[in-house]
C-alpha cells in the first residue's frame, strides 16, 4: 500500500502549480463549443501539455508519452483550483481516441488538430427510434453509389447536432451480413444536402438533443474508419471511453460539499438545515457512498499502473453506481430546500443558479444515456459475475 | 504509487482462508452456534498462524503487523462466518494496551491465544439506560451490555465518560451472564460490577476513540467478507438451481439482483482498504473513514445478505443451507460498537467542509 506519487512526480505537481499561477486567471467559468475564450484556453492548455496531451505533435497535440500519474496530477491541481479542463465533447472524448487507434493516416491529419482545438464540432450519430439499447439492429442504411456513400434514414437523440460541423455515424452497409458485422463506420458534415435536424426538448427545457433525418446524403466513399462490416467494432471501441467518464466521483464530492455548504447557510423557520437530523443522516449517508467511489477510484487508478491488479468488476459498476448516486445527490439538494427546491428559470428565490434541478434531471438522462441502469446490469451479472444471458425469443414471421 | 495488498498480505489472507475452508466447514460453525462446543478449538487453530497477535508489537510478542493485515484476516474470518474473540482479543485489547502504554505485559499471552481479553465498550459509545456504570477511582459498579466474549478471562471496559479499564473475570464482586443474541457465531454477555477493583488503562477519550476506529474498520471488513460470501452463494446457487427448464441464473430479474449486490459490494472493498490504510498512515481521515466505512458497509451488508436470501428461494429462509448464519452475522455487526446513525454523526462532528 502506497498512496503517493514519488519524489519525481511532485516535481511535475509544482509545475502544474506554477502554470496555474501564471495562466489561472485566463481560465473561463464556462463555455461551450465555439466560445470564444474557450478556444483560446485551450490553445494555451495544449501548448503546456494540459490538454491534448498524449496526442502526437503532428496531429495538434502536446505529444507527451502516456503518463496515467501524470494525468492524474493534472486533473488533481485543476479541480482543486476550479481552473476550466479544457474543451470537451464527443469529437475530443469519444472520436479522437478511436481516429488515433483505427483512422487513416489522411483521416488522423485532417481531423485531430482542428477537432482537439475546438473548430471541428462533431455528434454522435447511433441511436435510431428502432435501436436504443439494441444498437446493433440500427436500419439507417448506406450504399455505395460509384465513389458515394448514398445515407438513407433517421438517427434520435443526436446530442449537439444541431452545433455539429460533422457527425460520426453508424449505418448498414451490409444488409445480408449477420446484424454485428454488416455495420459501418462513416464520417460526414452537417451540411452535406440531404440532412435534416430537429431539435428535441428535453425535460431540462432545453433542446440538448435532435431528430436528425438523412434523405440520400452523399458521402466521399473514403470517409469510413475501419473496413466495411467493422463499424460495430469500432464503436464499441468508443463507448469503453464514454461509460467511465459519465460521473467521476471527484465531481460527486465536489457537488456534497455544495449540498453541505447549503444546509449550512440556509435557514427553514430559523433553523439552520444541517441541525436537522433526518437531512444530515442522509447527507452522510450520501457522504459514504461517495467515500466509497472515491477509493473505488484510487484502486481503478492503481490498476491501470499496476497490470498485474485486477480491477475489472470495480471498472464495471462505474457507470451504474456513479450516475445514480449523482442523480441522489442532487435530489437531496432540492428536498433540503424545500418548495424552493421548486423554483427554476427566471424564480428570483433560485439558488445556485437552479443548477440542482438542472442536474437532477441531467442526470437521469445519464442513467439513460450511453447503456441504460438495466444494461449495465446485465453486463455485470454476464461479464462480471459469469452468468448466462437470457434465451432468445424467435422473431414470429 | 500502489493501492491494493501487498503479496504478504495476500498471503496472510490465503493462509487464514485455507485453514478455514479445512477446518471450519458450516457443520462445525453450527456446533458452535447450537451450544455444543465452544470457539475454543478454532481460536487455537488460528492462534497456529499468529492471529491473535497479529497487532501485539514485537516487542510485546506478537507479529507486529497493521490494520490492513488485521482487516484481510477479519474479511476472511467474516466470509467463513468464524466464531472467534478475533474482534475483541486481536484487534480491541491491543490497540487499547498499546496506545495507552499500560498493562502491555499481557499482551504475550494474548499474543499466543492462550490470555482471552473481552471488550465492554458499549457505555462509552451510547450508555443505554439498562445499565450504567461508574468508577469511583479504580472501583467499579453498575453493569455493561453486549459485552464481547462470554469466555473471556479478562474484560476491557470503558465507562460513559470513555475511561478504560481492565477487570478480571473472576474478580470479586464482577458477575457475568450470559446475553443470548439472534447471532449464535459470537458471544456477548453482560457484566454486572459490585465495587470491583479494576486497574486503569486510561483516563484520555483519545486511547478509546482511537481503540473504537480500530474495531469499527474491523467489524467493516468483517462485513465485507460476509457479503461477498452471501454473494458468491448466491451467483453458484443460481447456476445450479433450474425452474421452468432454465437455471435461474438466466433470469433477468435473478442476475440483476446480484449485479446490484456486486456493485454496491465491489467498491467497498477498497473502502475497507482505504480505512484500514488511514488508521495507520493518514490520522487526520482516520476517524472520518473508519465511522463512515462502517456505517456504509452495515447497509451493503444488510441489503446483500438479504438479497441473497431472496436469491434461494425458500432455501434461503430454512436452516438447511445455513444462508441464514451470514444474514445474521452482517446483523450483529451492524448494531454493535455503534449503529450507521450514530457513526455518521460522528462522522460529521469530525469532518470540517472538503477544499
Ligand atoms: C441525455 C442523453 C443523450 C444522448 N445522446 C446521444 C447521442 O449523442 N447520440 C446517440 O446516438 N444516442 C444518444 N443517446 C441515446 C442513448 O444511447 C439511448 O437512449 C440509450 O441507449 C437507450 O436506448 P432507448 O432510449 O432506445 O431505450 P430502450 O432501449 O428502448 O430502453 C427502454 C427501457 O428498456 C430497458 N431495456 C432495453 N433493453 C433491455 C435489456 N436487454 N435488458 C433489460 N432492460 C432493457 C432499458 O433499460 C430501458 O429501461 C442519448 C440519450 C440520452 C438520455
Given at each position: 500500500m502506497d498512496l503517493s506519487f514519488g519524489p519525481e512526480y511532485e516535481e511535475f505537481r509544482t509545475e502544474v502549480q506554477q502554470f496555474i499561477a501564471e495562466h489561472?486567471?485566463?481560465?473561463?467559468?464556462q463555455g461551450g463549443a465555439r466560445d470564444k475564450e474557450a478556444i483560446a484556453w485551450q490553445k494555451v492548455l495544449i501548448e503546456h501539455g494540459y490538454a491534448a496531451r498524449t496526442i502526437p505533435k503532428e496531429y495538434g497535440g502536446f505529444g507527451a508519452e502516456p503518463d496515467i500519474i501524470k494525468s492524474r496530477i493534472i486533473a488533481e491541481e485543476f479541480s482543486k483550483n476550479q481552473i476550466n479542463t479544457g474543451l470537451g465533447g464527443q469529437g475530443i472524448s469519444m472520436l479522437v481516441p478511436v481516429l488515433l487507434e483505427m483512422g487513416t493516416e489522411e483521416q488522423k491529419q485532417e481531423f485531430i488538430r482542428p477537432t482537439i482545438h475546438g473548430e471541428m464540432i462533431w455528434c454522435q450519430g447511433y441511436s435510431e427510434p428502432g435501436a436504443g439499447s439494441d444498437l446493433a439492429s440500427l436500419s439507417t442504411k448506406a450504399e455505395l453509389d460509384g465513389d458515394e456513400w448514398v445515407v438513407n434514414g433517421q438517427k434520435i437523440w443526436t446530442s449537439t447536432a444541431h452545433l455539429a460541423d460533422w457527425i460520426f455515424c453508424l449505418v448498414r452497409t451490409?444488409?445480408?451480413?449477420?446484424k454485428h458485422q454488416g455495420i459501418s463506420f462513416l464520417l460526414f458534415r452537417m451540411d452535406t444536402p440531404g440532412i435534416e435536424v430537429r431539435p428535441l426538448v428535453d425535460m431540462t427545457g432545453d433542446a440538448n438533443f435532435n431528430e436528425t433525418f438523412f434523405t440520400d446524403v452523399r458521402v466521399p466513399k473514403h470517409q469510413i474508419v475501419g473496413q466495411r462490416g467493422q463499424g460495430w467494432q469500432v464503436a464499441n471501441a468508443i463507448l469503453g471511453h464514454e461509460r467511465g467518464s459519465l460521473a467521476p466521483p471527484d465531481a460527486a464530492q465536489t457537488r456534497l460539499n455544495g449540498v453541505r455548504k447549503l444546509m449550512e447557510t440556509e435557514t427553514v423557520g430559523g433553523e439552520k438545515l444541517i441541525d436537522n437530523p433526518v437531512y444530515r443522516d442522509r447527507l452522510m449517508k450520501l457522504q459514504g457512498r461517495v467515500l466509497a467511489m472515491k477509493c473505488n477510484d484510487i484502486r481503478l487508478l492503481s490498476a491501470r499502473i499496476n497490470k498485474t491488479q485486477d480491477a475489472k468488476l470495480a471498472g464495471m459498476i462505474v457507470k451504474l453506481q456513479g450516475t445514480e448516486l449523482r442523480h441522489e445527490l442532487e435530489a437531496l439538494a432540492i428536498d433540503v430546500m424545500g418548495e424552493i427546491g421548486l423554483a427554476y428559470g427566471d424564480n428570483p428565490y433560485l439558488r445556485g443558479n437552479g443548477s440542482w434541478q438542472y442536474q437532477y434531471m441531467y442526470y437521469l438522462g445519464l442513467i439513460i444515456g450511453g447503456g441504460t441502469s438495466q444494461i449495465q446490469k446485465n453486463i455485470i451479472s454476464e461479464r462480471g459475475l459469469g452468468m448466462p444471458k437470457e434465451p432468445k425469443i424467435e422473431k414470429k414471421a | 504509487m500502489e493501492f491494493g495488498l501487498s503479496s504478504e498480505q495476500s498471503l496472510l489472507q490465503d493462509s487464514v482462508t485455507r485453514y478455514l475452508s479445512e477446518q471450519l466447514p458450516l457443520d462445525e460453525v453450527r456446533k458452535v452456534a447450537s451450544g455444543d462446543v465452544n470457539d475454543a478449538a478454532v481460536w487455537q487453530g488460528l492462534a497456529d498462524l499468529g492471529i491473535p497477535g497479529l497487532l501485539v508489537s514485537e516487542a510485546n510478542g506478537g507479529l507486529g503487523l497493521g490494520s490492513l493485515d488485521a482487516a484481510v484476516v477479519s474479511e476472511a474470518l467474516g466470509y467463513h462466518v468464524t466464531p472467534s474473540p478475533f474482534l475483541s482479543s486481536a484487534v480491541i485489547a491491543p490497540v487499547a494496551l498499546q496506545t495507552a502504554g499500560r498493562c502491555e505485559d499481557l499482551l504475550g499471552s494474548v499474543a499466543t491465544g492462550e490470555l482471552r481479553i473481552g471488550a465492554a465498550l458499549a457505555e462509552g459509545i451510547g450508555a443505554r439506560a439498562d445499565a450504567g456504570l461508574t468508577a469511583n477511582g479504580n472501583t467499579l459498579n453498575g453493569k455493561s451490555l453486549f459485552v464481547l466474549d462470554v469466555d473471556a478471562d479478562q474484560y476491557l471496559v470503558a465507562t460513559s465518560d470513555r475511561k478504560l479499564y481492565l477487570v478480571a473475570a473472576d474478580a470479586a464482586g464482577l458477575s457475568r451472564s450470559p446475553l443470548s443474541t439472534i447471532e449464535k457465531t459470537r458471544s456477548t454477555c453482560e457484566l454486572n460490577f459490585s465495587n470491583v477493583d479494576a486497574t486503569l488503562v486510561s483516563e484520555d477519550p483519545g486511547v478509546f476513540d482511537k481503540t473504537w476506529d480500530a474495531a469499527l474498520v474491523a467489524v467493516a471488513a468483517d462485513t465485507l467478507g460476509t457479503a461477498q460470501s452471501a454473494l458468491d452463494q448466491a451467483v453458484v446457487y443460481a447456476m445450479q438451481r433450474e425452474q421452468f427448464n432454465r437455471v435461474i441464473a438466466s433470469f433477468q430479474a435473478v442476475k440483476h439482483m446480484c449485479a446490484e449486490m456486486a456493485a454496491e459490494l465491489e467498491p467497498c472493498r477498497a473502502m475497507v482498504w482505504y480505512a484500514a490504510h488511514a488508521l495507520d498512515e493518514i490520522p487526520e481521515e482516520a476517524t472520518m473513514m473508519a465511522c463512515h466505512t462502517k456505517a456504509h458497509l452495515s447497509e451493503v451488508g444488510q441489503f446483500v445478505t438479504r438479497t441473497s436470501t431472496e436469491v434461494h428461494g425458500g432455501m434461503g429462509f430454512t436452516d438447511l443451507v445455513g444462508l441464514h448464519y451470514w444474514f445474521k452475522r452482517a446483523g450483529f455487526n451492524r448494531q454493535i460498537l455503534g449503529s450507521p446513525e450514530l457513526l455518521r454523526e460522528r462522522a460529521l462532528s469530525v469532518t470540517t467542509l472538503a477544499a
Open positions: 489561472g486567471s485566463k481560465s473561463p467559468r451490409e444488409p445480408e451480413a449477420p | -
